[in-house]
């Protein structure tokens, strides 16, 4: 059992669509996970459990300040005072080689091979908005519209060491709030469906993972032409390295350098940001003595789709965002972070934003 609280102030020091309003906001949220190891608990072998409750308080600044395409808090979950987010079992079979999940999923980062998080749009360096960085676009690609938490299934495959296929289906129509029983059996019945498969090499001792996928939404979508679209689809790729470890003869340690990279494209009648991209990298242990802080750095940007660039918005949004994660106790983290997002809702009548930010994380 593990119970985590995460607390985060940010203020937008300059720009943003709202000018008049410089106040900060305090955001926080709780999450309690429980694990049961059902080949310890009942002689189940390979078979796992999972559950996940979480509420929060506050919508960050977004709205109020900055309105970002993309959002500057991805922790910032409005006030929920306890969700049952996710709940679901897990069997293993052939020596971990074929994995089976069913139940309420989160279909981000669901799976680990070689301790490296994929399937899907995972990535070791710029995944945790809890850990590492705050701006929602460098957490998940943002051309993926995935659903919210709620009823589906996962198939994860290693054939060979190194090499993995995923493929999960899940309620289109979610809401993390309700069971998900009549989203996913009544009405229209509508399934997101995601395939992942990638390499996940050992480089000189070095880990990293690269991951290509696709994606299929059917439910019906309103162009930003006209009319409504159905069968939506995208591509994405994702990428992260160690490129740099400071003691390698120790598997255990993760001080060093890693580089991550990501890439979507989406559908332009339908999607506002069409095209993504995302750089960066973090360096564990850079001060001498503390060996477990992080420092890490990322750029983001949004491509506008041709059909949403009316009423004087401009191509793109960039995010630049750099963060600091010290680790003050084994149960403490605190993180300073900074964000410059140029056009802030790809709206060229908003000045650049500078937002700044600190972060405890609290886990027990």
């Not at 559950?51 to 977004?62: K, N, P, T, V």
């Not at 503390?290 to 491509?303: F, M, N, P, T, Y």
């Amino acid at each position: 059992t593990v119970l985590g609280l995460t607390q985060i102030y940010q203020a937008n020091l300059r720009g943003g669509q709202a000018l008049h309003r410089r106040a900060g906001r305090y955001t926080g949220s709780y999450d309690l996970e429980l694990d049961v190891d059902l080949d310890k608990a009942a002689r189940v072998p390979g078979g796992f459990v999972h559950m996940l409750a979480e509420g929060g308080w506050s919508r960050g600044l977004d709205d109020s300040s900055v309105a970002s395409l993309f959002g500057v808090n991805g922790d910032a979950m409005g006030d929920e005072p306890v969700i049952l987010s996710e709940a679901w079992y897990r069997q293993s079979l052939l020596d971990g080689r074929l994995i089976f999940q069913a139940g309420k999923v989160d279909l981000t980062g669901t799976f680990e091979c070689r301790g490296c998080p994929v399937s899907f749009d995972g990535s070791l360096y710029a995944n945790d908005e809890t850990s590492q960085f705050l701006n929602a676009s460098l957490v998940n690609n943002p051309t993926i519209p995935f659903p919210d938490r709620g009823l589906g299934v996962i198939l994860h495959a290693e054939p060979v060491e190194g090499f993995y296929m995923s493929a999960g289906a899940a309620d289109a129509q979610a809401d993390a709030r309700e069971t998900g029983f009549n989203t996913t059996f009544h009405g229209e019945d509508n399934f997101f469906g995601i395939f992942e498969a990638g390499v996940v090499p050992r480089l000189c001792g070095m880990d990293g993972a690269y991951r290509a996928g696709f994606w299929y939404d059917p439910q019906p979508k309103e162009r930003l032409t006209s009319g409504v679209k159905r069968d939506d689809m995208g591509i994405y790729v994702s990428a992260d390295q160690m490129v740099y470890k400071e003691n390698p003869d120790d598997p255990e340690d993760g001080q060093g350098a890693g580089l991550f990279a990501r890439f979507g494209a989406a559908h332009s009648d339908v999607a506002e940001v069409s095209r993504f991209w995302s750089v960066g990298g973090q360096y564990q242990g850079l001060c001498p003595g503390r060996d477990e802080d992080v420092l890490g750095a990322g750029v983001a940007q949004g491509l506008l789709s041709r059909y949403a660039r009316r009423d004087g918005r401009d191509a793109q949004e960039t995010v630049f965002e750099v963060y600091y994660n010290a680790r003050i106790f084994p149960w403490l983290s605190v993180t300073g972070d900074v964000q410059y997002l140029a056009n802030p809702g790809a709206d060229g009548r908003a000045g650049d934003s500078l937002v700044v930010g600190i972060r405890a994380q609290m886990t027990w």
